[in-house]
């Protein structure tokens, strides 16, 4: 069955620094997500993105963080400067078509930020 | 603002049990309500999703209970086995793209 698969697994980086978390949605589909959660909290949506856009953001998706695709299947999420907030487990996932809402997770990427 | 609240925290529940998860909404704008399973370390999974235009969808063990009047929805997980042990994640969205997850219910079956 086709998953969404992430990269790294874990990341550890200090304050301040640049870090790039990797994913490779299910290959058809056209939407795409990415979440976070904080040790023991709830799931929040960060960004989705369609068309090579964004189509909607959270409050929590300020300047410090990009979106890109930059091929046919990856679809990366930067951070620009980190903070230690930033620190949690981040989640991206695909959808299929308009049609439907159902959104597949990937594992996720901790990052842990020192 | 807390958009969808869910309890308990953590249940525990015997095997066989009933395992009874409850969320509360307040956006009416909400017409997509699905339940998500996480075990440790893994991603959430989607495990059954419910429209408003009915008041229940039954999958196997796990069932959804709608009351679109009440604005709560709740998964009910009949003959609870160990290996449903895992974080339980109910969630709302609108037309919008964004999935609402409540704060999720720890929940331990016991053999």
């Known amino acids: 069955e086709p998953e969404v698969t992430q990269t790294p697994s874990h990341q550890v980086t200090q304050m301040g620094q640049e870090v790039i978390l990797r994913c490779v949605p299910i290959?058809?589909?056209?939407?795409f997500y990415w979440y976070r959660q904080i040790l023991g909290q709830k799931v929040e949506f960060l960004v989705s993105f369609y068309n090579n856009e964004i189509s909607e953001k959270s409050e929590i998706f300020d300047d410090q963080f990009s979106v890109e695709r930059p091929d046919g299947s990856n679809f990366t999420l930067k951070i620009r400067s980190t903070k230690l907030e930033d620190s949690a487990m981040y989640f991206c996932?695909?959808?299929?078509?308009?049609?439907?809402?159902?959104?597949?997770f990937g594992p996720g990427t901790r990052l842990t930020v020192l | 603002q807390q958009q969808v609240k869910q309890s308990p925290q953590s249940l525990i529940v015997q095997k066989g049990g009933i395992s009874i998860i409850n969320c509360a909404y307040e956006n009416t704008a909400f017409d997509y309500f699905p339940w998500y399973q996480q075990f440790p370390g893994k991603g959430p999974a989607l495990l059954i999703a419910?429209?408003?235009?009915?008041s229940e969808k039954k999958e196997g063990r796990f069932t959804i209970s709608f009351n679109k009047s009440a604005k709560q929805f709740s998964l009910h997980i009949m003959d609870s086995q160990p290996g449903d042990s895992a974080t339980y994640f109910c969630a709302a969205k609108n037309s919008g793209y964004a999935l609402n997850f409540g704060k999720g219910t720890s929940l331990l079956v016991t053999p």
């Open positions: 290959s058809n589909h056209l939407y």
């Open positions: 996932a695909s959808k299929l078509a308009g049609g439907t809402d159902t959104q597949y």
């Open positions: 419910i429209r408003p235009d009915v």
